[in-house]
């Protein structure tokens, strides 16, 4: 499991054996300050959100799809072809 920590500003994250891009930022005006905005180059023009203090897991499979997932039970749930992100926001915390 790949776990980012996003703590302000704008990240970007390329994964080459994917041939994707991930991308942090806030956008205040459409989502509020309490929200960093995620965006994948598979999703095209979609993003979701993350508050402050919560976290979410998505799956990126071998073909550079990012999925959103449920909490994993384990390390191995969903096998060796994918890389499982874990992006928590933690903004302003020490």
Not at 67 to 92: A, T
Request: charged content about 30%; some cysteine.
């Amino acid at each position: 499991m790949f776990m980012l920590i996003y703590e302000g500003g704008a990240d970007t994250l390329r994964f080459k054996e994917y041939k994707r891009t991930l991308k942090l930022f806030k956008k205040e005006e459409q989502y509020g300050k309490s929200r960093v905005v995620v965006s994948s180059s598979s999703w095209y023009e979609y993003e979701t959100t993350i508050r402050h203090g919560d976290s979410l897991y998505f799956c990126m499979l071998s073909n550079g799809a990012l999925l959103q997932i449920p909490k994993p039970k384990r390390d191995n749930d969903y096998g060796d072809e994918c890389v499982v992100l874990k992006i928590s926001n933690m903004e302003g915390e020490d």
